[in-house]
């Protein structure tokens, strides 16, 4: 199988959030960058399927919209077992998921594969759309947010959770999917793969997105939460706890 | 004509609850386009409780019928509600951001060639312009986004654009159209326990953490949801959904559901920052923690300081005393 696998460099999840001068960004100074979390599931089912596939079949290419820094986080791929990575090399991600769909979508059009994943969202901006979005761009089938993932004889059935229940879900090969946490658990980069990941094609590509149709007016903290109080220690405090969800915050 | 567009959902054949804060949204922004509210409902057959939408702001109500729309069929629907945008020039289109919201609206976004705010907290229209803000940053900042050209494509967090009566004519029609349900077809959706609500969508969500020690101990959080009648789900802080003690359905947090109750009760959870994210936007936060320095009660709205299997099986019987 040939699979390509769409990932994103994303500030770690226990990132301080610091708002740049133009109050618009996120303040980038000091921040550590990773592969987004959610991309790890969709690299490991890629992994999984080419080894199951044995030798001498498949190929995964890693493929990351980014800034020249994006190198480190396609690294972090060909490290863990893909076989070469692209960078599309822009100076900043967009917040805005369209134009980033159309030139990964460009960039995948003819590349043959079998299977397009992408993890469900990226943990910075939660856009939850682009690898949807790509699968409309190409015409291919998708099914988004995976937590279980058959293929056989060039069809798929995958599960996908909804609210009080599970999808199961059938489809035809080729198709995008975007992945979800409990699909796999994905592996750890081995020393032997970091020194093999220096010899692997990276292939960088200066990219030119299209014009979004979305703005950014600010990026803001979140209103502070009003300052919370102790109610009591112990069984004791809970009356006292009730009449206040009642009286004050009026949710009873 | 350049309506607004809200885009419902059913299923078993039964009006989702996020169908109504959808319109209502629909309406904050219809109201301040000074425009009217369509809403659009795919289904097998007629839904009941469409008529009681017009309450709610909705001035049109359709529903377009189909074998093939019984379930949620990806591309169908995507199909069917791109080419209503299409035809009806509409300045907005809003879904819920629902598990089948989410996966609707980039379809729709991209054959309509138009950008889209996912799980978007609040509307306005500024200088003519539709504006959404969205949290984030798992929570820590909210992005200000603003629409060039039409229509604006938005998804709405659940449970946070709580219904309010706004009356409109609500005049509802359903049309049997055709078309395939697409190359992507759901077979079947299995349900989770009988009755058990989703945690994204409870009024009131009580979540546990490894302070419950076991996990035969999150009785005590079923019986306390129980206490409040319907509308309360039992959630889960990651550490106890990786050591299995629950399913992954069940995840507060960054790397699971994203809550906006008007309670959470959060029982023997310290609080890290990745749940935080989850549920920092709940109307009202209480804590229930053995330290009393966990970071849960630097969010909290009211904290209990001491032992959760004292207090919970208290805060059980008096809330039975209250709906007694």
């Known amino acids: ?252 | 004509m350049s309506h607004v567009l809200a885009v419902l959902e059913q299923r078993d054949g039964a009006l989702r609850k996020v169908s109504h804060e959808v319109v209502t949204g629909a309406r904050r922004l219809a109201d301040a386009l000074g425009e009217n509210v369509d809403a659009l409902l795919l289904a097998g057959a007629a839904v009941p409780g469409m008529n009681e939408l017009g309450r709610l702001g909705a001035d049109k109500l359709t529903t377009l019928t189909n074998p093939a729309f019984r379930l949620y069929a990806p591309e169908g629907y995507a199909r069917a509600i791109a080419d209503r945008a299409k035809a009806g020039g509409y300045r907005a289109v809003v879904f819920a951001a629902s598990a089948t919201g989410k996966d609707l609206a980039p379809r729709v976004a991209a054959r309509l060639e138009r950008p889209l705010a996912q799980d978007v907290t609040d509307v306005a229209v500024e200088a003519g312009a539709v504006v959404a803000v969205r949290p984030v940053y798992a929570g820590k900042a909210l992005l200000k986004v603003k629409f060039a050209g039409s229509p604006a494509l938005l998804s709405l967090r659940p449970n946070v654009f709580t219904p309010v009566d706004r009356p409109k004519a609500g005049v509802v029609e359903v049309a049997a159209v055709d078309g395939a349900p697409g190359r992507v077809t759901v077979k079947q959706v299995k349900a989770a326990e009988a009755g058990a609500l989703d945690v994204a969508e409870a009024a009131i969500v009580i979540s546990g953490g490894r302070g419950l020690k076991e996990p035969a101990n999150f009785k005590l959080l079923e019986e306390l949801a129980r206490a409040f009648g319907g509308g309360a789900a039992v959630g889960a802080s990651r550490a106890v959904v990786d050591a299995g003690w629950r399913p992954h359905a069940d995840q507060v947090g960054q790397t699971g559901k994203t809550v906006s109750p008007s309670l959470y009760v959060a029982v023997g959870i310290s609080g890290a920052i990745q749940h935080l994210a989850g549920m920092r936007t709940a109307k009202v936060i209480v804590a229930i923690n053995r330290d009393k320095d966990a970071p849960i009660f630097k969010v909290a709205d009211y904290g209990i300081v001491g032992d959760l299997f004292e207090i919970v099986p208290k805060l059980t019987e008096e809330i039975e005393k209250l709906h007694a």
């Open chain 1, 1 to 252: 199988m040939r699979i390509a696998v769409c990932i994103k460099r994303v500030p770690d999840s226990e990132t301080r959030v610091k708002i740049a001068a133009d109050g618009k960004t996120l303040d980038e100074a000091g921040v550590k960058f990773v592969l987004n979390p959610y991309d790890e599931f969709a690299l490991e089912e890629a992994l999984r399927r080419k080894e199951q596939g044995g030798s001498g079949g498949g190929e995964v290419v890693v493929f990351s919209l980014g800034p020249p820094a994006a190198q480190e986080t396609i690294r972090t791929a060909l490290a863990l077992g893909a076989d070469r990575g692209v960078l599309l090399q822009v100076d900043r991600i967009p917040p805005d998921g369209w134009p980033v769909a159309q030139a990964l979508a460009a960039a995948l059009r003819d590349g043959g594969y079998d299977l397009i994943l992408f993890g469900k969202l990226a943990i910075d901006d939660s856009n939850h759309q682009v690898g949807p979005m790509v699968a409309e761009l190409l015409g291919l089938p998708c099914v988004t947010a995976i937590t279980h993932l058959d293929l056989a004889d060039g069809r798929g059935t995958a599960e996908r959770e909804v609210e009080g229940g599970i999808e199961v879900v059938e489809f035809p090969l080729p198709a995008v999917l975007t992945t979800d946490k409990g699909l796999n658990e994905p592996r750890y980069p081995a020393l032997k793969g970091i020194m093999a990941a220096k010899k692997k094609p990276l292939d960088v590509k200066p990219t030119a997105l299209a014009v979004g149709g979305l703005d950014v007016v600010a990026l803001t903290a979140p209103p502070a939460r009003n300052e919370g109080r102790i109610v009591g220690e112990g069984p004791a405090a809970v009356p006292e706890l009730v009449r206040l969800l009642r009286e004050e915050a009026k949710v009873l």
